[in-house]
């Protein structure tokens, strides 16, 4: 329960986090933001990490003058990349793994969540890599399952670099320029919540479609 609680403290306080992070590690942050980005896009098992709101903070904070301050154009080319490497490692994870990792019973790895990335893909077709950066969980399925699916290498890597470099920019400036308004910074863990729901606002109706398409067929 602990950790739990620890937890969400973290995610809804990520710039007083994040901030507590540059004082005490200084440019060793960079690093540590790069590891959360990359994990969350490039471990499959990590898709609950915060990476919406770590990079709007991160641009927040990056919007600073003080001592607290990060630079926004070190922290947007650093975090693109490790957004894109992540993906990548999914990729090949997905490639090489795939398929065997799904027949065993993980706890992380539900086969409906390989279902549901994969009918995602089948639905928008290639520009499903771009829409998937920026929506929790599917986008950390989603370079696994173009793995799985053997979909050719370059126009993966392709279409990932410009769902990275969008998603990360997105996020990083909209903090830089939104962050330190003075609603935005005295409601920041109403504004991460909002980043959340809107994330996951597309896969929910997703579901709730899907599940009630079949229902309406049933009663016809």
Do not use: C
């Not at 920019?169 to 962050?179: A, N, P, Q, R």
């Amino acid at each position: 329960m602990q950790l739990i609680t620890s937890l969400i403290d973290l995610f809804l306080h990520l710039d007083k986090h994040l901030g507590a992070w540059i004082t005490q590690f200084g440019a060793w942050t960079y690093l540590l933001i790069f590891l959360v980005i990359f994990v969350e896009t490039g471990v499959v098992i990590f898709p609950f990490l915060p990476g919406d709101s770590l990079l709007f903070a991160a641009g927040s904070l990056a919007a600073l003058n003080n001592n607290v301050s990060l630079n926004v154009f070190i922290l947007y080319p650093l975090l693109a990349s490790a957004a894109v490497i992540g993906d990548n490692t999914n990729y090949w994870i997905g490639y090489h793994i795939g398929p065997r990792v799904f027949s065993e019973k993980i706890r992380f790895l539900k086969k409906e969540y390989l279902d549901r990335t994969h009918e995602f893909y089948v639905k928008h077709g290639t520009i499903a890599i771009i829409l998937a950066r920026f929506m929790p969980f599917i986008r950390t399925f989603s370079p696994f399952v173009a793995g799985v699916g053997r979909m050719p290498y370059i126009k993966f890597l392709t279409f990932d670099i410009i769902g990275g470099a969008l998603w990360t920019g997105l996020f990083i400036f909209g903090g830089y320029f939104f962050g330190n308004l003075t609603f935005v910074r005295d409601h920041f863990s109403l504004v991460v919540i909002a980043i959340v729901l809107i994330s996951i606002s597309p896969a929910v109706y997703g579901i709730i479609r899907s599940r009630i398409k079949p229902a309406i067929k049933e009663t016809a």
